[in-house]
C-alpha cells in the first residue's frame, strides 16, 4: 500500500521517518498519518521532489502543531507590513508585532473565534525547521467544512514549491483528520502567487454572492474565496 498508518503519536519524529524511508527506499514513498486528537495529531508525509529539494533527493515535510517558540520565526518572514497584512488582514492593530502579540491572539484570545476550543494552530517543518505556518478553524460550529487561514511560508523558500506542499498537507489534514468534508480558504485578489498557489494545490474558485472587501493602507482589497470538496 501507499500509504501506512502509524500510532507513534508525537514520538513520531523525524528521525524516525528517515530511517523509515532509508528502509522502504524512495521508489514509493507513503503519506503517514498518526491518527489521535486535532489538537495533537501530527500529520507527516514523504515527496520526492526535485523542484524543491534538489536532484534526485527524497526528503520530510510534516505538520505539527504550533508552539510558543515558533513565533519569532514566523514574524521574521514578514519582511514588510504589505507582506504582514497579506498573512493577517486586519486581525492586529500595528505592525509590527512582537513574539508575545502573536501567542497572546493565539492562547488567550482563541485566534479571534468564539467558539471554544475551535483555534488549530499549525506548523510546516522540513528536516530543518520550520517553513511555513497556517491555522485551521470549523466554520459557524459545522464540523463538515474547516477553514484555513493565516498562510504563511519561509520568505526564503517562496516560489520553490513549499506553500503548495504545505496546503496538500492542511488539505489531507483537514480531510483525514478533522474530518471536514469542505475545506474553504480566502485570499486578498491582489495576492497572486497565493491564489495560484491554492488553485495548485487543488482549490477552485467560489462565487461569491456578497462580495468581501477590506481596508487597508487607505484601498479597498477583495477578497477571493476557495474551496475543495472530498
Known amino acids: 500500500s501507499l500509504r501506512t498508518q502509524f500510532s507513534f503519536g508525537n514520538t513520531f519524529t523525524a528521525n524516525t521517518l528517515s530511517s523509515y524511508q532509508n528502509e522502504q527506499g524512495t521508489g514509493s514513498l507513503p503519506a503517514v498519518f498518526v491518527r489521535c486528537c486535532l489538537k495533537e495529531c501530527r500529520l507527516f508525509q514523504i515527496r520526492q ?7 534526485g533527493r527524497g526528503i520530510i515535510m510534516y505538520l505539527r502543531p504550533y508552539k510558543k517558540e515558533d513565533a519569532k520565526t514566523i514574524i521574521s518572514w514578514c519582511e514588510n507590513e504589505d507582506v504582514f497584512r497579506k498573512w493577517t ?17 493565539y492562547y488567550d484570545c482563541n485566534g479571534d473565534c468564539q467558539e471554544a476550543d475551535n483555534f488549530y494552530p499549525m506548523t510546516a517543518c522540513d528536516e530543518n525547521g520550520a517553513v511555513g505556518h497556517f491555522i485551521l478553524r ?9 477553514r484555513i487561514g493565516f498562510v504563511i511560508v519561509d520568505s ?3 516560489g520553490k514549491g513549499y506553500g503548495k506542499e504545505m496546503i496538500r498537507l492542511a488539505i489531507e489534514y483537514a480531510f483525514r483528520i478533522g474530518g471536514a468534508k469542505r475545506i474553504t480558504i480566502g485570499v486578498f485578489e491582489n495576492n497572486k502567487p497565493a491564489y495560484y498557489c491554492y488553485k495548485a494545490a487543488g482549490f477552485r474558485d467560489v462565487e461569491q454572492e456578497n462580495e468581501e472587501i477590506c481596508e487597508l493602507f487607505g484601498e479597498k482589497w477583495r477578497i477571493l474565496e476557495l474551496a475543495v470538496d472530498k
Open 89 to 105: 488582514s486586519d486581525r492586529y492593530d500595528s505592525y509590527p508585532i512582537t513574539e508575545d502579540d502573536m501567542n497572546y491572539k
Open 49 to 55: 521532489s526535485r523542484k524543491i529539494f534538489g536532484r
Open 138 to 146: 470549523y466554520v459557524g460550529g459545522d464540523h463538515s467544512i474547516l
Open 156 to 158: 526564503k523558500k517562496r
